[in-house]
């Protein structure tokens, strides 16, 4: 009995000594990241920057990841955060995705359905019976084609209307010509919009053939959310998401002459040949569901984390089967779901541009990282050239803070 009690006591010491190497092991300091962090997205701004006569802008950048949280910014941005507001542009139509996915698992809309179908329990269609949306092969665009951009939309807000149309905005682009002719406050309407895709009878392609962009047709999934739900879309997601996850810095502008953004906010910037120019306040009524989001990158990378694990209202079966499904698109690293891009490494979000703020937004489930990137200025000497590279740009940032993170 004697040596038994012995040998015990020796397993004790030894398994307590143990546990007292493991607790002298301190995990790496969260300054270490911040500081590395901050460094690195220095000389990032830097190098992009160099040689640029009085270049306005920055780089900000938001990151929740298992080892902590992180918010480094740099450039005219170096003083701002994570609660400065900015406008997140594309990033809207992961709520715009979600929206249809809610009243999808609620029961209220199929996504398979088709536009011309009945919203369950009347007899009304998806998108009224009438000129307005009386758009090509409008019997074949399914809810779910809308949203994988693939139902052959053509887009308003992204291609000249051709030429070759009897209009007086032939040749243009149809929002910035009705700015110019009528008035830079004018509130646009998908019923608008919708029209001019009808009565000129224009679209990318037969529904289900390619993958077409289309903020056109997303914002016809904004008319869809608020005649389902019988409510305006900023209000839906006010009640549904903003609301339920405290996103309190977040909304969507829904009339021309909501132009400016809540206090305190980052000023965009267009430079071209050494001149910048402040282009922050916008009428963004055009962009409804589609990308008229202000927010925050706390705020953003709340919302993409949450979304994307299933805490956002949504079953995660409906977010990992449908919204996460993602297929080819023209860019070979890019593939697109439901409201969301997927791009290898990065995670699942979606990108945004508004001039003059580009941002990009992931979730990986991969290394359960969340980023939220944008700056604040638009480069159009490279623009002209080459509108990705300052994205570009910054995914190469998000890569190198993610081997920040994992070492």
């Not at 740099?74 to 709520?95: C, E, M, P, V, W």
């Not at 399914?142 to 693939?150: A, G, N, T, Y």
Request: overall charge negative.
């Amino acid at each position: 009995m004697k040596k038994i009690t012995l040998l015990l006591l020796g397993l004790f010491l030894v398994i307590s000594s143990c546990e007292k190497d493991d607790d002298n092991i301190d995990p790496k300091p969260i300054t270490d990241y911040q500081a590395k962090l901050q460094t690195m997205l220095d000389e990032n701004w830097a190098e992009f920057a160099e040689g640029k006569e009085s270049f306005p802008g920055g780089y900000a950048l938001q990151l929740l990841s298992p080892v902590g949280d992180f918010f480094v910014s740099t450039g005219d941005l170096a003083n701002i955060t994570n609660q400065t507001h900015f406008r997140a542009a594309s990033t809207t139509k992961t709520y715009t995705g979600a929206a249809i996915m809610l009243l999808h698992q609620q029961g209220k809309l199929n996504i398979n359905h088709f536009v011309t179908d009945a919203i369950p329990g009347t007899n009304e269609p998806y998108l009224p019976i009438s000129e307005e949306f009386n758009i090509p092969f409008k019997n074949q665009i399914s809810i779910k084609l809308l949203l994988q951009h693939r139902a052959g939309m053509f887009d308003i807000i992204n291609q000249d209307i051709p030429d070759t149309v009897s209009q007086p905005y032939a040749g243009t682009r149809y929002c910035e010509y009705i700015k110019e002719t009528i008035g830079l406050t004018h509130t646009f309407t998908i019923e608008e919009t919708a029209g001019i895709v009808a009565v000129n009878q224009l679209y990318n392609s037969e529904p289900e053939t390619e993958f077409h962009y289309s903020d056109t047709g997303m914002g016809l999934l904004g008319l869809i959310i608020e005649r389902v739900s019988g409510k305006r879309y900023d209000q839906f997601l006010a009640d549904n998401f903003l609301t339920p996850l405290a996103l309190s810095n977040t909304s969507f502008p829904y009339e021309g002459d909501d132009i400016t953004l809540p206090s305190p906010f980052a000023s965009s910037f267009a430079y071209f040949q050494g001149e910048s120019f402040d282009v922050t306040q916008d009428n963004v009524s055009m962009h409804v569901a589609e990308g008229n989001m202000i927010t925050t990158p706390q705020d953003l990378a709340t919302w993409m984390s949450k979304l994307y694990t299933g805490k956002a209202g949504i079953d995660y079966k409906n977010v990992r089967f449908y919204m996460m499904d993602c297929l080819p698109t023209f860019e070979s690293h890019q593939y697109y779901g439901l409201g969301t891009v997927f791009t290898s490494e990065l995670g699942y979000g979606h990108n945004g541009g508004h001039i003059a703020y580009f941002t990009a937004a992931r979730y990986d489930p991969d290394t359960d990282i969340t980023f939220v990137i944008y700056t604040n200025v638009w480069d159009f000497d490279i623009i002209m050239a080459d509108l990705y590279v300052e994205l570009l740009n910054m995914y190469a940032v998000v890569y190198e803070a993610k081997d920040i993170l994992k070492k």
